[in-house]
Every structure is written in structure tokens, then in C-alpha cells.
């Protein structure tokens, strides 16, 4: 019998609201969902599946686009079931924090359309090609 454990590593970006408003802070939770959330949800969660928020936005967005259901897969009884708690451990690679805040929907059809985000610049990296991220802030994760 092995003793070991199976894990799923991922990298993520955390976001901060740009300012202390209502708007900037649900734009950085609604960002989160689509970036981690999407993810560890359906396999960490008590309750499987994709974030509420996601699956509530990505209906939202298609049924304005036309599409006569949600762009996001439905999970069945029976995917929820065998996604659910098939890691033991979450491992998180990550390498930058991005301030955001609501942003207009743009044209066509889109992850970016429906988080509704944009990115703030903090300050130019001369060092980096990643010249808008600032800060890292792992410690904010919990």
C-alpha cells in the first residue's frame, strides 16, 4: 500500500482592489473566482462545482450575447462527484499581485467581458516585461 499523496499545483495571481470602493473590491472577488476559484472550487469545496458567482455571471453574459444557454459547461450530478476532493493538497505558485477595478464590457465574447476587470498600473518595472504588477502579497492568502 503507498502512503503518498496527490496534489494539484496552479498558478494564480492575487488582486487587490484599486481603491477601498464597493465597485473595486467586488471586481478584485469576482477576478479571483475566474482565476482560482474556477479551479479549486469544484475539487476543494463542500459542495463541488464551479464558484456560484462564476457560474451566475457566465449565464448572465451568454443569455445578453444570444446563446440560448450558459457558455460554462454544466457539471452533472455524477462530474461534481468525481471531481470533487480528488487532491489531498492545493500547492500555489505565485509571482504577482494586480490591483483591478471594474472595467465596460468590450466587444465580443469573453473571459475578460465577463469578470468585468481591468487592471490598474501600480508603477513601470524597468526590469520586468510585466511592467504593471506590483507587489507581492502572498500573506493576504488564507
Not at 75 to 91: H, N, R, V
Not at 101 to 115: A, H, I, Q, R, W
Not at 126 to 142: A, E, G, M, N, Q
Amino acid at each position: 500500500m503507498l502512503l503518498g499523496q496527490i496534489g494539484i499545483n496552479t498558478e494564480v495571481t492575487w488582486f487587490e482592489p484599486a481603491t477601498n470602493s464597493t465597485a473595486d473590491k467586488a471586481a478584485a472577488e469576482r477576478r479571483w473566482e475566474f482565476e482560482c476559484g474556477i479551479i479549486a472550487h469544484p475539487i476543494f469545496s463542500a459542495d463541488g462545482d464551479y464558484p456560484n458567482l462564476v457560474k451566475q455571471i457566465v449565464a448572465k453574459r451568454s443569455k445578453e450575447e444570444g446563446f440560448p444557454e450558459s457558455r460554462l459547461p454544466r457539471l452533472t450530478a455524477e462530474e461534481i462527484g468525481f471531481i470533487k476532493g480528488t487532491s489531498d493538497f492545493f500547492g500555489l505558485n505565485h509571482y504577482a499581485t494586480l490591483k483591478v477595478k471594474p472595467s465596460k464590457p468590450l466587444k465580443g465574447t469573453s473571459e475578460f467581458n465577463d469578470v468585468g476587470v481591468k487592471i490598474v498600473k501600480e508603477y513601470e518595472c524597468k526590469d520586468t516585461p510585466w511592467s504593471y504588477y506590483f507587489r507581492v502579497r502572498i500573506h493576504l492568502f488564507s
